[in-house]
């Protein structure tokens, strides 16, 4: 687990963050079960939420939850572009009543938030590191999986006529 430490402005773009990705149907299921799971940005989502007025909100976050943190922020940065362009109008659940309640301005002047697209890129970007040792712990975790099952034999499972090297 990552400790992820924001100032406040960025805690609002990260909570704006979840609430994106949670308003993508099917964005807290498993994609090989299709199964709900623990690992979405339900969990931080949560524990943002009541700290969103402090000046540093610290939360807890799985390398899984960081790489769809990263996701949801790059999602975001269209969806406030879209936000301005549609005068304030988004098709993503609770976006449009959350970010005018988070950023006033945006209510009064859709086109403010083209203003905080930047916020969203530089927090995406100083997140650049953390998200890369996440994929690397992922990608080491997926390897060593696939060590103990026994798929690692140089060949797909499915390709039974290659020849292995």
């Known amino acids: 687990m990552t400790k992820l430490q924001f100032r406040n402005e960025d805690a609002r773009i990260a909570y704006l963050a979840t609430i994106y990705h949670l308003g993508r149907p099917g964005s807290e299921t498993q994609a090989q079960t299709l199964q709900k799971h623990d690992l979405g940005l339900q969990a931080i ?71 905080i697209v930047t916020h969203a890129v530089m927090l995406q970007r100083r997140l650049g590191g953390a998200v890369a040792n996440a994929q690397a712990d992922i990608a080491a975790r997926s390897q060593d999986a696939a060590a103990r099952n026994g798929s690692a034999r140089g060949r797909p499972w499915w390709k039974l006529w290659a020849r292995e090297s």
């Open 45 to 115: 989502h949560d524990a943002m939420l009541p700290n969103l007025e402090q000046a540093i909100v610290e939360v807890e976050a799985s390398p899984f939850q960081l790489l769809k943190l990263n996701e949801a922020l790059l999602g975001v940065t269209n969806e406030l572009k879209q936000f301005s362009i549609s005068e304030g109008r988004s098709t993503v659940p609770r976006f449009a009543d959350t970010l005018t309640s988070l950023y006033p301005e945006t209510g009064e002047d859709p086109g403010a938030a083209m203003d």
